[in-house]
């Protein structure tokens, strides 16, 4: 008879067993849906945002060890070479778009009279050409 009871009560211990784990996954279940919720809600009440989150809720990225640190010889190369860029800049006398639109500057030389009425005949006879065949 003792093991009749013995195992009763080890029958017990796993049923017991089997519900404990069962509640704590509903309960990670139920912590998982509320932080869901939670997260909609926010949204819902909260308007889009567009441009950079508060510095205070910014993430710092993931990096390992210092920031590199510029020297300041480089720093100082680097400001010269901006003020040279500048100077240049601002020395220009007229910009791209001012200046006068009326000529073409496709780099070619110009035509003289004769080629051109060199090539009006060419094309003229070519002209004819297709004309006849057509």
């Given at each position: 008879?003792?093991?009749?009871?013995?195992?009763?009560?080890?029958?017990?211990?796993?049923?017991?067993?089997?519900?404990?784990?069962?509640?704590?996954q509903l309960?990670?279940?139920?912590?998982?849906?509320?932080?869901?919720?939670?997260?909609?809600?926010?949204?819902?009440?909260?308007?889009?945002?567009?441009?950079?989150?508060?510095?205070?809720?910014?993430?710092?990225?993931?990096?390992?060890?210092?920031?590199?640190?510029?020297?300041?010889?480089?720093?100082?190369?680097?400001a010269a070479?901006?003020?040279?860029?500048?100077?240049?800049?601002?020395?220009?006398?007229?910009?791209?778009?001012?200046?006068?639109?009326?000529?073409?500057?496709?780099?070619?030389?110009?035509?003289?009279?004769?080629?051109?009425?060199?090539?009006?005949?060419?094309?003229?006879?070519?002209?004819?050409?297709?004309?006849?065949?057509?």
């Amino acid at each position: 008879m003792m093991r009749a009871g013995g195992t009763a009560i080890a029958t017990r211990e796993r049923i017991y067993m089997d519900i404990q784990i069962v509640v704590a996954q509903l309960k990670k279940e139920r912590d998982r849906i509320d932080n869901a919720i939670a997260a909609l809600v926010g949204l819902g009440s909260q308007p889009a945002r567009r441009a950079r989150p508060p510095k205070g809720t910014q993430s710092k990225p993931a990096s390992s060890g210092k920031r590199r640190r510029m020297s300041v010889a480089a720093r100082a190369r680097i400001a010269a070479a901006k003020k040279a860029w500048w100077a240049k800049q601002k020395g220009r006398p007229a910009s791209k778009k001012a200046k006068s639109v009326s000529k073409k500057s496709t780099g070619r030389r110009p035509m003289s009279a004769a080629m051109r009425k060199k090539l009006s005949a060419m094309m003229k006879a070519r002209w004819a050409e297709r004309k006849k065949a057509a």
